[in-house]
Every structure is written in C-alpha cells, then in structure tokens.
C-alpha cells in the first residue's frame, strides 16, 4: 500500500453473509484519516451490526472494536459464533469480553 490512507477490511460468517445479501463487497479498502480511525466507526459507516461483532483482526492480532484502525492495517471483522475452543485460542473471549465491558 507504500504511502497511501488505505485499510484493507474483510468480513466474516454471519457479517460477510450480511454484506453478500446486500450486494455489498465482502473485502473493501478506504482511506483512513493520519491519526486512524476506531474500528468501530468503520463497521457502522459499512453498515455492520456492532452486537454481531466479537472482536476484529488488526494484522493478524485479535482487538476490541475500540482498536484504532491506522493507513496501511489490514482488518477483519469476526462475528460471534466462533466455537468455543477456538474463540479462546485466537483471543476472541478476550476481545469479545472487553468490548462487553466498555459499553
């Protein structure tokens, strides 16, 4: 992506089935300000549910939506329903968790 504002955002399960029945990409870039912007505020303007979301990949590490998305991250959004050995290991009951708690 060299010196661009681009992310790249990927959405998964229950929310790439979302965006499909919408005629909406799966896998999207944007432009994001210098200073990033919540991942949050990017699923709301991709019209994603937030009570859907557990937790996001940011370059391959697992966050709360919180997490500021800065030019250049890729992302993904997972939805819950992840099974339960797996939500552990990939650190989505930990991201899930702390989402729950900040709101």
Do not use: W
Request: proline share 8%; aromatic share 6%.
């Amino acid at each position: 992506m060299g010196d661009t504002r681009e992310v790249t955002i990927r959405t998964f399960g229950c929310l790439h089935t979302l965006r499909c029945e919408n005629g909406q990409p799966t896998t999207v870039t944007r432009e994001v300000p210098e200073g990033g912007m919540s991942a949050g505020d990017i699923a709301t303007e991709l019209g994603l549910p937030h009570d859907q979301i557990e937790g996001i990949f940011c370059n391959g590490t697992v966050y709360p939506l919180e997490r500021i998305v800065m030019p250049g991250d890729r992302i993904a959004f997972v939805p819950y329903g992840t099974p339960g050995p797996h939500r552990v290991s990939l650190g989505l009951y930990k991201a899930g968790k702390q989402h729950a708690e900040a709101e």
